[in-house]
Structure formats: C-alpha cells, structure tokens
C-alpha cells in the first residue's frame, strides 16, 4: 500500500477513505498528494459552485433595501 507524506491540506480520513483515496490515486497513475490537489481544485473551479454563488449574491441583492427618495 502506499503512504502519501503529510501535506499542507491534510484532512482527518478513516481508513477506509484513505484506502480508497490511495487506490484512486494509484488508477489516475498519480501521488496521492496530486490526486487530492487536483481533486480539491477542481472541486474549487467548479462551474456548479460558481453558479450557486452567483445566485447567493443574486438573492442577496434583491433583499437589500432599496430607495427612490428625491434629494
């Protein structure tokens, strides 16, 4: 089985999650290391998530208050 080092991003896994992790990895023909970074930016980059936080903002500029009052 192979051990990935200790990086920056380190997450708590079970063993079971790490096994599976390690065995994706191993079919990407990656490090682990890779296969979680690239796994993490994509997650990052996703035009899903980009969509949701264009509609959080969307909806949060719909409640702000809105004025007509003549200076």
């Known amino acids: 089985m192979y051990f990935?080092?200790?990086?920056?991003?380190?997450?708590p896994l079970s063993a079971?999650?790490?096994d599976h992790v390690y065995r994706a990895a191993e079919v990407a023909g990656k490090d682990v290391d890779d296969f979680m970074r690239d796994a993490i930016l994509a997650a990052a980059n996703d035009p899903?998530?980009?969509?949701?936080e264009q509609a959080a903002e969307t909806i949060a500029a719909r409640d702000e208050p809105r004025h007509d009052f003549a200076n």
């Open 16 to 18: 079971a999650e790490q």
């Open 48 to 52: 899903f998530l980009a969509a949701l």
């Open 4 to 11: 990935a080092r200790v990086s920056a991003l380190a997450v």
